[in-house]
């Protein structure tokens, strides 16, 4: 499936053929840590099909939960996650999208979880926390 995307202020576009059913919520901490969330939703693309304008930053993870080294790619003005690939020339293999930044994120359903291990416990129920289409709930007064 082709998709493509861009960071939140539009420096870096991307564009690659992946494939839907590797679509995949990580619950890791370097994840948790990295996104400033609660998990991250990524999709591998083949490096071969991958174009890019701009140019991420990146950052080497040489002790990622994976044990694997791990170069994690974001914009470097705005912050927002491009992909993770491994260390070398591009373009390596394989990338790991960042479902979020791609605008076909809807058709993108996660497949599986994993390190459900570290995953916050609330994950699982999100659906029982008091929720609203937009912006607002109202905070529930502290109880007497
Ligand atoms: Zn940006
Ligand atoms: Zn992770």
Redesign the pocket.
Known sequence: MRVNGT??????TIEGEVDPETATICHCTDCQTSTGSAFRVSIRAPGATLRMNGRPATYLKTTANSGNPRVQAF?P????PIYSTSPGEHPRPSYTLRVGILRQRDQLVPKRQIWTRSARPWVAHIGDIPHSELSTVPVSEPRR
């Open positions: 960071c939140h202020c539009g420096a870096i914009c003005t705005c912050g927002s």
